[in-house]
């Protein structure tokens, strides 16, 4: 008799063993989310300076960003091969979990005397796109408040180099800023990086 109680019990035990973990399993897009965060870091805040911070990203910025790297119209060392390999469903589910995910600012080191120029070009040729000092995604503007500067060099790079296409009203503003001197593109970039 006592052998047949502690088999039930144990069996019972089991039982609400595998429900707890079967009602602790993340569901679909956060798994999937997950395969992203050894490169873009926990939730999707980069700890690597030439990775990109995603978490906070709009979906229509997430999805847009995957779409190229799908076409081969936005440069990538590793993500064009990585997002074939996930169906449009799949993307847009982590575009859902990401968009929810807190942007964590790191600490970095800028030169304060070109983040504070970068701060008045910003306001004169950015503002109106970039909101909030950059530290929102509006309207497919991206979060740049907080990037890590080598990536937001590299970015820029490509913009500027033809890899990924500049849109016309960026083009002319980016145009103004160069204007300004040999310096005042990085100056805006360091003001994005300075921002915790």
């Known amino acids: 008799?006592?052998?047949?109680?502690?088999?039930?019990?144990?069996?019972?035990?089991?039982?609400?063993?595998?429900?707890?973990?079967?009602?602790?399993?993340?569901?679909?897009?956060?798994?999937?989310?997950?395969?992203?965060?050894?490169?873009?870091?926990?939730?999707?805040?980069?700890?690597?300076?030439?990775?990109?911070?995603?978490?906070?990203?709009?979906?229509?910025?997430?999805?847009?960003?995957?779409?190229?790297?799908?076409?081969?119209?936005?440069?990538?060392?590793?993500?064009?091969?990585?997002?074939?390999?996930?169906t449009e469903d799949e993307i847009k589910a982590m575009a859902a979990v990401f968009a929810k995910q807190p942007f964590v600012r790191y600490a970095q080191k800028v030169d304060d005397k070109k983040a504070a120029e970068g701060k008045k070009l910003h306001k004169d040729h950015c503002e109106k796109c970039h909101v909030d000092e950059g530290m929102k995604d509006e309207d497919g503007s991206s979060v740049l408040a907080g990037q890590w500067l080598p990536y937001l060099r590299f970015a820029m790079e490509d913009f500027q180099g033809g890899g990924r296409e500049m849109p016309k009203k960026m083009k002319s503003q980016v145009d103004k800023v160069k204007e300004k001197g040999p310096d005042a593109l990085d100056s805006l970039l360091q003001f994005y990086a300075s921002k915790k």
């Open 1 to 86: 008799m006592k052998l047949k109680f502690l088999s039930y019990a144990l069996m019972a035990a089991g039982g609400l063993a595998t429900g707890a973990a079967v009602a602790a399993m993340p569901d679909a897009g956060t798994m999937l989310a997950n395969t992203c965060l050894g490169c873009h870091g926990p939730g999707g805040s980069s700890t690597g300076p030439a990775t990109p911070t995603i978490s906070g990203m709009q979906p229509e910025s997430f999805l847009e960003a995957m779409k190229g790297y799908k076409e081969g119209t936005r440069p990538a060392t590793v993500m064009d091969r990585i997002v074939k390999g996930y």
